[in-house]
């Protein structure tokens, strides 16, 4: 039997980071940032594509605009599920992820995260010539790219003292969100917030090896 390995500083780093929603207001040294981004530039993707594209969202009236329209998903929702059986529960539902999504204006960075429409991944390239029908996978290999990048993008933020946190509920209260943002050749994927934390949360279970694990 091989012996366990010694923790190394990787997986440290990877076991102390948390999920960060409450920040100092001080803002991060643009150098840090662009630390971060070159982290997340090194992430592998298909044929070397390259497909994910960071917006960092500056402009008071865009992250203003973005609010507006988080706040106005939510209050449809609220007013479509009011006929619906087990209204309360939906509702408390809708409310828990709108809670989970609004601190991201109060966060000194925000960027978009998404990736460019021009990308055509091996299944769209099959289906589009007729080889295969529709796959439901089709953006799987985009997907997995935002998160390699991801990745290194909040690793290095952690190796730096700056927590972070990554938001798609949004999407979800914001349907435009590529509109109010003024971008035409990216779909947008996620939100990422950046700052020196100002809370220290407890690290949330976690299941364990097996539990993860199959062998076939």
Known sequence: ???????????????????????KPDNPPE????SMLYCALMAPSPSN??????????????RDTLYEALNSGRQKFLRDI???????RLRNWIN????????????????????????KSFSKRMFEEGIIGHDRREETSLDITVGLALKGFILRGEELGLG??????PLV???NIEEILGINDALIKCFITVGF????????????????????
């Open 82 to 88: 009011e006929s619906k059986n087990e209204a309360k």
């Open 1 to 23: 039997m091989g012996t366990k390995p010694n923790r190394s500083f990787l997986e440290d780093l990877i076991t102390k980071r948390r999920s960060i929603r409450k920040y």
């Open 197 to 216: 934390p100002d809370e220290k949360p407890d690290m949330p279970p976690r299941k364990s090896i097996s539990e993860i694990l199959s062998e076939i």
């Open 49 to 62: 594509s390259q497909p994910v594209r960071f917006f960092r969202i500056s402009s008071k009236s865009k």
């Open 96 to 119: 828990t992820y709108y809670r989970f999504s609004e601190f991201m204006f109060k966060a000194p960075i925000l960027f978009a995260v998404g990736t460019i429409t021009s990308y």
């Open 31 to 34: 150098e840090w940032i662009n």
């Open 173 to 175: 209260f914001i349907p």
């Open 164 to 169: 972070s946190c990554i938001l798609t509920g």
